[in-house]
Structures are given as structure tokens and as C-alpha cells.
Nanobody, 122 residues
């Protein structure tokens, strides 16, 4: 399976917002749960949020539970992650991946893509 493609990162001031997008292809993407993860330098990759294929369920990690919203458009093969009230500790490379279960953070299926860098700084 070709890695998913992340986009939308950038430099934002503390308190700002960003909308990340994950683009896949084909039925394998539209019929899979998809999750967002992040990794900061020197830290392990961390689960952020996930959504089921039919958009019936979402699940959020503790780190951004109240500051993020995950959504998807299966017609466009995209899964978006809206990030609000960003803080410097949210600086990381953000990745997306297909998952077998949105409740199991290690259930990702594919090779990791390049990710998209989010930098929160004044």
C-alpha cells in the first residue's frame, strides 16, 4: 500500500490553528479507519485522533482531545485534522496512517509517509 500523503503543516503562533489533510487513494483508503499521529524530536510517536471509514466513530488521544477535530471526505479520499489553541509543545511532525482499530494506537497498517511539520512558536 502506498503511504498516505500529509499536508497543511506550517509555522503558527501560540493560540493559533491549523488544518492538516491526509490524502489516500482507492477503496483501501475509503474503507479503512484512519488515524493521525505526531512525533516530536527525541520522543516516541504519539496517537492524536482517528476516525472510522463510515465516519460513525471518532477517538482522540489525551494530548489534543479538547483541541482537535478529525473528519473525512470519502469522495475526496481525505481525512482532515483541525488543530486549535496550539501550543509550543504541539510542535511535531504529524503523520496519518490506516488503522485496523481506532481504539488501538498500534494498529496502523502502512509504512509511514513523510509527515507534515507543525511548528508553534512566537
Amino acid at each position: 500500500q502506498v503511504p498516505l500523503v500529509e499536508s497543511g503543516g506550517g509555522l503558527v503562533q501560540p493560540g493559533g490553528s491549523l488544518r492538516l489533510s491526509c490524502t489516500g487513494s482507492g477503496r483501501a483508503f475509503s474503507t479503512s479507519s484512519v488515524g493521525w499521529f505526531r512525533q516530536s524530536p527525541g520522543k516516541e510517536r504519539e496517537f492524536v485522533a482517528a476516525i472510522t471509514a463510515a465516519k460513525l466513530k471518532t477517538w482522540y488521544g489525551d494530548s489534543m482531545r479538547d483541541r482537535s477535530v478529525i473528519s473525512r471526505d470519502n469522495g475526496k479520499n481525505t481525512v482532515d485534522l483541525q488543530l486549535d489553541r496550539l501550543q509550543p509543545e504541539d510542535t511535531a511532525v504529524y503523520y496519518c496512517n490506516r488503522m485496523t482499530s481506532i481504539y488501538v494506537s498500534t494498529s496502523y497498517l502502512d509504512q509511514w509517509g513523510q509527515g507534515t511539520q507543525v511548528t508553534v512558536s512566537s
